[in-house]
């Protein structure tokens, strides 16, 4: 159980106490009432004696009595009814509500830290986003145990209002008090009267309530005086006639009022009755007239309180105060009916509750009293206790331990008379099984039982726990044998009670007697109140005991749904299981999950009682339980009801929080059930939303978006293919991210960049991104363009097992609008779709999400104008579709999904779109701690209007021969409204297309009339010059190639290098199939700039990814030796013979019959092919498939015209022809892609080249050996293929490639296969180093480096003035190598000694005391010093230390000039 504010030790003491009558004249009452307050409610706070009282028992033995209080209340005379006990109770409980705002209490259970008490609704609710941080806080606090105020209320007053009953004496009346004012004209006679009404009361069948002790009931005359108003003189008078007649023991002068109540204002007193009052007021009966009140709300509770001992419903009879008539628990309407919870709420209207409620929070009670008066009431009730009240109770208990005695003819005493009783042996107690039903016998008032049953409750009362257990025990066996089952178990009851509370525990707690009254009560007399009371008592007693076990299940008997009917049973079920619960808590070994699973049936039993507070409550606490460990289902249901009962109490915010979280976890219910759960969550909402309705958009659960995963796509859809019109395939998001394929993309741009920027690529530049994923950098605001959409897609998922319907479906958006110079066009306007002039918005009608899928939504924007947009989230109409379930209890129609869905129910909401940026990891500070950067592709700047390129490729082939030269044409247009220009395109294989050379004589735009519509440039020619070759040159530059240029980089030869809007341009390509067989991806990257330039955008790209498969056709090898031959022209031995193999590798796949080799050329600076020498008198030159053909030719020397004097980038071509056509290989197409094929040795820069001039011997020497064996031959193979597709034969024409580097070494067309080394065994020991490395001799390495100092031969400088000198020198280096040569130049002085002092003087250098440089070929460099000096003299400037080696070596050595010659300096001053 909840831990209590009192022990067990103070609590049934204070339950079972004295019960004093109170009878008050109307005077009296009329002078209490000053004080808004009765007789019997003034003397509440004062009714605990401060001090322990001492009474002899019938042994004469000194008893003390501590904290003895006593219970005052006015005469009733109807006894309470059970439904206004029930209606008092339930308002107890509903009254007493955790307070908000305290700290609450934790248990630490295991693993489970439970929040308990107080702020437990707060902190267990899913919403309640800090219940982590409150736990951690409060599981600090010393507070470990929780408190239940509400059922301690319901505890003290279900004990106090428990009417009196005859077969026991517990709460029958000892004495009563009449009181009458001082004031009254004859106060005795007021006293006769009150005696002979309380005689009358008492002895007058009539009256059946309320019940007295004993016939001779103790009177104590009372007389109040009113200090302020009264007479003192009278009211002493009175008071000593009063003594004669009562005796001094018998009456008292209680003076009170000692001031005015219009004084109450000028002193603060204390009020100790407000507590006593709100324990013990129920709502006025006057606000119900059908029926009780339910209390709704806590804050009605306060309003028209009624006071228990109902002295507002005085009635004057006969002169007299007839104040005892009804009980004020007396229910206007007696009927059952009316009596039940679950009756219609009957509340006073607003106002005059509101009126009630506001006349009643300003009584102050005691107005009219000083601390002298409270002093003087509790001295009147010490008086009263001590001269009175206890002698009458030990006087009583001496007279029935005498007739006791004298009635039994035993010994004098019970106590050696109970030893007698004991010492025999023991009757054997029946079972309850055997006893007959006869709970209905009743002894007469004098009947001995009822006597020892007296004095038991007598002495109980006065905490005389020894005898009151002998007694209790000697009746419960008379009872017993009698089979009075009522007695008997009262008597199991009280013994069990005394046996526990007897000083010093002389035997244990006999817990099997409360079992045994429970039973009794529960079966036998069908008393539910009284075994209600047992289990309060005994569970309090067990729990006391640290027996929570014992005690959990004595509450859990008491709470079956069939033991009491109505919702009184339903009330004290729910209080009864949550002390079980905390019973399982408090367990030594806590058992968790039985607390939980308590706590849920006492919210079930709580809201069966109208209780929702509670109920909300219960389910809270056991929510922490079952929270996140996997009881999904579970968390379901509490969820679920946690959510009705917050819709019930009006917290709708609350509601629709726990109704989210259903829906929001992975659910485990069924579709049937999800769906359940999902139209209550749109109802509660609705009514959310329609409080109000203006306001901003409610977050929306369902269905879930993630964030991260939106991608932002900038620009217009792709176009589809036309016919052979293929489009450019660009950037869409239907493409799949791949961060190699993006790393190529960047490269791409940033070449073509580099190349308009001269080399270098501006510091502002960052790569065009089209669209924004969780991948790209999104660190930067993207860039939009006006009139261009934005396309977001967000990511959709349906978690339930029932589809989604999601109506008008649209992006939020804020946007900022600006003017052409950029500053703020007007103030900042959160537009939805309100502006179409400003920003177009695309809405979606009707977007279904089955059940548990995956979905993308694509939403566009349209921007009108140049601005700041922020993509703040989605706008939805949220509901389900009417499907085969069935909802709301009705079947849907057939036919719902023809056509647009039809909806159940719908709400309006938004989800935001909040994507979190990656984490930063560059600083130390961003290591150590978490944090994240921005992501900004929600947030685009909309700029002016740019260009916009479409390409288009027509003819464009999937399928090539290796080698094979097929023609296509490319389409350009500008769809925007800008011109454009700049265009250019880049590729990683610019080996694979061409556009042409630079002039149209080299380029021809369209096929020659020759035979086969040739791709190629030809010429007729006739056939005696068949095997001579027909000489022509062109430069490398021409075709765009040159050195340092970026052959990747190729411009589009557009006319007048502008595309004007709205126009296109086609332009003819030339492709080569790869030399490799298989599938290759070609990025072309096409970028473009406007005319106007835009300082946001510089430029524009258009990307483009061509697939081709590529299939074997020839394989050519060539190697070139000297010829032996002295002939010729030349005469200079610089003949040699070209040896080429061609091989057929075509397996026919692609439907080739045969290739035919229509001519070989070559091109080179230096080398031309004169002629064919035929090996084989075969004038054919056909090969089939797997043939190979072989063939010779001579190569001589170019004449110097032809040489690489006029240019250095000039080639001579030289074509044998074996046919009756000469292609112009050095036009396009053929020279564009020979060209390409010597892109990587055309890239190398000249520097390299230029590394082998002379620096010694031994290198000259090995420089010379392999120039010598250097060759620059290059062949070109151009063929025809004949293949016959669909029955039509077709001629393909393609060419390959030869480059020959070294004599005698072997060239190949096809890149070779790397072969893997072969494995090698390992050795163990160092190999000796064969190879001898000639190094170079000092003398040549110190001739690198020449040095000379350049300054003044004398310097004149005023010492007197300025002491230092500082006096600039130019130290000049000249680099004597045409190899680079890095140079260290040292200004630190060589020794310290005195010696080197002398010679060099006392200078320094100033600044920089070593330099580090690198010279270039026969580069001169000069660095500016500056020597300090402090005297005159002569100095020598040679100290610096010069250092070179080469730039390739490793080896450091020091250049000897500066020992040759002084370098002397004359300082003087003027």
Known sequence: MAQCVQSVQELIPDSFVPCVAALCSDEAERLT????????????????????????????????????????????????????????????????????????????????????????????????????????????????????????????????????????????????????????????????????????????????????????????????????????????????????????????????????????????????????????????????????????????????????????????????????????????????????????????????????????????????????????????????????????????????????????????????????????????????????????????????????????????????????????????????????????????????????????????????????????????????????????????????????????????????????????????????????????????????????????????????????????????????????????????????????????????????????????????????????????????????????????????????????????????????????????????????????????????????????????????????????????????????????????????????????????????????????????????????????????????????????????????????????????????????????????????????????????????????LEIQGPRLNNTKEEKTSITYGPDRRLDPIITEEMPLLEVFFIHFPTGLLCGEIRKAYVEFANVSKCPLTGLKVVSKHPEFFTFGGNTAVLTPLSPSASENCSAYKTVVTDSASVCTALVSSASSIDFGIGIGSQLEVIPVPLPDTVLLPGTSVQLPMWLRGPDEEGVHEINFLFYYESVKKQPKIQHRILRHTAVICTSRSLNVKATVCRSNSLEGEEGRGDNMLVFVDVENTNTSEAGVKEFHIVQVSSSSKHWKLQKSVDLSENKDARLASREKGKFCFKAIRCNEREGTTQSSEKYTFADIIFGNEQIISSASPCADFFYRSLSSELKRPRTQLSLHPEKHSVEDAMRLIRKCSEVDLNIVILWKAYVVEDSKQLILEGQHHVILHTIGKEAFSYPQKQEPPEMELLKFFRPENTTTSSRPSVEQLSNLIKTSLHYPETFNHPFHQKSLCLVPVTLLLSNCSKADVDVIVDLRHKTTSPEALEIHGSFTWLGQTQYKLQLKSQEIHSLQLKACFVHTGVYNLGTPRVFAKLSDQVTVFEASQQNSMPALIIITDV
């Not at 279900?158 to 009196?164: G, R």
């Not at 419903?313 to 006969?318: A, P």
């Not at 409750?457 to 005898?467: E, P, S, W």
Request: with cysteine.
């Open 33 to 912: 009432r000053l004080n808004h307050l009765s007789f019997a409610e003034l003397l509440k706070p004062f009714s605990r004696l401060t001090s322990e009282v001492h009474m002899r028992d019938p042994n004469n033995q000194l008893h003390v009595i501590k904290n003895l209080k006593i219970a005052v209340s006015n005469i009733v005379t109807q006894p309470p009814q059970p439904g206004a006990i029930r209606k008092l109770l339930n308002d107890v409980v509903s009254g007493s509500q955790p307070a908000e705002g305290l700290v609450a209490n934790v248990i630490t259970a295991g693993d489970y830290d439970l929040n308990i008490s107080d702020r437990s609704i707060k902190a267990s609710v899913p919403w309640y986003s800090n219940w982590k941080d409150t736990l951690m806080e409060l599981k600090e606090s010393s507070l470990y145990t929780a408190t239940t105020p509400w059922f301690e209320s319901y505890r003290e007053t279900f004990l106090q209002s428990m009417p009196a009953s005859d077969h026991e004496f517990l709460n029958h009346y000892l004495a009563c008090m009449l009181v009458a004012s001082s004031s009254e004209a004859e106060p005795m006679e007021q006293f006769s009267r009150l005696s002979q009404e309380q005689h009358r009361i008492q002895h007058n069948s009539d009256y059946s309530y309320p019940k007295w002790f004993i016939p001779n009931t103790l009177k104590y005359y009372v007389l109040l005086h009113d200090v302020s108003a009264g007479d003192e003189q009278r009211a002493e008078s009175i008071y000593e006639e009063m003594k004669q007649k009562y005796g001094t023991q018998g009456c008292y002068l209680l003076k009170i009022n000692s001031r005015t109540s219009n004084r109450a204002s000028d002193e603060q007193i204390p009020d100790p009755w407000s507590q006593y009052l709100q324990k013990n007021s129920i709502q006025n009966q006057e606000s119900c007239e059908d029926g009780p009140c339910t209390i709704t709300s806590n804050k009605n509770y306060d309003s028209n309180l009624l006071s228990l001992d109902g002295l507002d419903n005085e009635v004057k009879v006969d002169g007299l105060p007839n104040n005892f008539r009804t009980h004020p628990l007396q229910l206007d309407q007696p009927s059952e009916s009316s009596n039940s919870i679950n009756g219609p709420d009957r509340v006073k209207p607003a106002s005059s509750l509101h009126e009630t409620k506001k006349a009643n929070t300003g009584v102050i009670h005691g107005v009219c009293l000083t601390l002298t008066d409270h002093d003087r009431i509790r001295q009147f009730i010490q008086e009263f206790t001590f001269r009175s009240l206890l002698p009458h109770i030990e006087k009583t208990i001496r007279q029935l331990n005498d007739q006791l005695i004298s009635r039994k003819g035993l010994s004098r005493s019970l106590f050696s008379a109970t030893k007698k009783w004991f010492s025999g042996s023991k009757v054997p107690e029946k079972s309850i099984n055997e006893l007959k039903n006869t709970s209905g016998l009743l002894y007469p008032p004098e009947a001995p039982e009822l006597q020892i049953r007296k004095m038991a409750d007598l002495c109980f009362l006065v905490q005389h726990y020894d005898l009151a257990y002998n007694c209790y025990h000697t009746a419960k066996k008379d009872f017993l044998n009698d089979q009075a089952m009522l007695y008997a178990a009262g008597a199991l009851e009280m013994a069990a009670v005394s046996a526990f509370l007897q000083p010093g525990a002389p035997r244990p707690y006999p817990a099997h007697y409360m079992d045994t009254a429970i039973q009794t009560y529960r079966d036998i007399c069908k008393n539910m109140v009284l075994a209600e009371r047992c289990v309060l008592l005994s569970a309090e007693i067990l729990k006391s005991q640290s027996k929570y076990s014992e005690a959990a299940a004595l509450l859990i008997r008491l709470t079956s749904e069939n033991t009491w009917k109505g919702m009184d049973s339903d009330l004290r079920s729910a209080l009864l299981l949550e002390q079980a619960a905390h019973c399982f808590i408090n367990m030594k070994s806590p058992m968790v999950r039985k607390y939980a699973f308590h706590m849920i049936l006492a919210g079930h039993r709580f809201s069966k009682a109208g209780q929702k507070k509670h109920a909300l409550r219960c389910y809270c606490q056991a929510m922490q339980v079952y929270k996140g460990k996997g009881w999904s289902l579970a968390e379901d249901h509490i969820n679920f009801t946690i959510g009705r009962q917050s819709y019930t109490l009006r917290q709708l915010d609350n509601a629709v929080s726990a109704f989210r979280h259903i829906l929001i976890n992975e659910s485990k219910q069924s579709a049937a059930q999800q769906g359940a759960f999902l139209r209550e969550y749109l109802y509660v909402y609705k009514n959310v939303s329609q409080l109000s309705p203006d306001g901003p958009f409610p977050q929306l659960p369902l269905p879930y978006i993630n964030s991260s995963e939106t991608r932002v796509f900038f620009g217009h859809d792709r176009r589809p293919a036309d016919g052979e019109k293929q489009a450019a395939t660009h950037v869409s998001l239907d493409q799949e991210y791949d961060s190699e394929s993006s790393q190529q993309w960047r490269e791409l741009e940033e070449q073509v960049v580099a190349v308009v920027n001269k080399g270098i690529i501006p510091s502002g530049f960052h790569p065009t991104q089209y669209c924004l994923n969780s991948y790209s950098d999104n660190s930067r605001f993207p860039l939009a363009v006006v009139e261009e959409p934005i396309i977001v897609e967000v990511p959709f998922r349906n978690p339930l097992k029932v589809p989604l319907l999601l109506t008008d479906l649209s992006l939020l958006w804020k946007f900022q609008p600006k003017d052409v110079n950029g500053r703020d066009d007007e103030e900042v306007r959160e537009l939805v779709t309100d502006e179409p002039e400003m920003i177009g918005t695309e809405v979606i009608s009707e977007f279904l999400i089955n059940s548990e899928e995956s979905k993308v939504a694509r939403l566009k924007l349209f921007p009108h104008h140049i601005g700041e947009l922020h993509i703040l989230g989605v706008v939805y109409n949220l509901g389900t579709i009417q499907g085969s379930m069935t909802v709301d209890g009705i079947g849907a129609l057939p036919g719902c999904h023809t056509g647009k869905h039809s909806l159940s129910m719908s709400v309006r909401g938004r989800q935001d």
